[in-house]
């Protein structure tokens, strides 16, 4: 099983509340994902990173936001949470730095947090 | 456009029988496809990984083909549990991407009856 977590696993919060979702590895992994997933759809790249100081933003608009201060850690934060982002979301992480053989790198996710905007 | 369609939408089939699941892409350039394994309020787990040489690939159970020709891939499990109650969700990876891109299917929901 992979060494990455998510903290919450749940959360149900009020509109106007900020949040921070939490991803963190053990496996040194210099890339790391967010990915948004909601219920019989496919997930959808939010935010990437490449490593340290290193932050890019997915295919579907967000309006989070990420940091990478740490290589095991990659925060995601709401500053004003809405219901429209009631989701689930799910933080991975990948070997290799980048370069063209990353595509042969397996992704390994954690466990998802699911959040409840009311 | 780069898309992974995945069918049927959902299946139920009872302890003990097989079953097949579908995949088609237009993930172009192709690098390999991954079949993952997602339990209900859980992240994707990785069942089998195939690049375009391979044409199958089975780990216990579950087992892959891969047609890069028309762009098909299937799995197979054989002798389904209980526990095999899940979403299989086909993934393409795209070989020009330094960022080993994804393209995800919506899954096929599987449900295993007693």
């Known amino acids: 099983e992979a060494d990455i977590y998510q903290t919450p696993r749940y959360l149900v919060i009020g509109t106007g509340k900020k949040i921070t979702l939490e991803c963190s590895q053990t496996m040194g992994h210099d890339k790391m994902y967010w990915y948004q997933q909601d219920p019989g759809m496919e997930l959808h790249l939010i935010h990437y990173?490449?490593?340290?100081?290193?932050?890019e933003k997915g295919d579907l608009s967000s309006e989070s936001t990420v940091s990478r201060i740490r290589t095991e850690h990659f925060p995601l934060t709401l500053e004003s949470a809405r219901p429209s982002h009631t989701s689930q979301y799910l933080c991975?992480?990948?070997?290799?730095?980048?370069?063209?053989?990353?595509?042969?790198?397996?992704?390994?996710f954690g466990p998802g947090t699911r959040l409840t905007v009311t | 456009k780069n898309q992974v369609e995945q069918s049927p939408q959902s299946l139920i089939i009872l302890e003990g029988k097989n079953c097949t699941l579908q995949?088609?892409?237009?993930?172009?350039?192709?690098?390999?496809l991954r079949w993952y394994k997602q339990d209900t309020g859980r992240g994707p787990v990785s069942l089998t990984i195939m690049t375009f040489s391979e044409n199958t690939k089975s780990n216990g159970r579950y087992t892959a083909t891969l047609d890069a020709d028309t762009k098909q891939s299937s799995l197979h499990i054989t002798a389904s549990q209980l526990s095999d109650s899940a979403s299989y969700i086909c993934?393409?990876?795209?070989?020009?991407?330094?960022?080993?891109?994804?393209?995800f299917g919506r899954g096929t929901q599987l449900t295993v009856w007693p």
């Open positions: 991975a992480s990948s070997e290799g730095t980048s370069g063209s053989f990353s595509h042969l790198y397996e992704q390994y």
């Open positions: 993934v393409v990876s795209d070989r020009g991407s330094t960022l080993g891109r994804l393209y």
């Open positions: 990173s490449y490593g340290v100081n290193s932050t």
């Open positions: 995949c088609n892409y237009t993930v172009s350039p192709f690098s390999n």
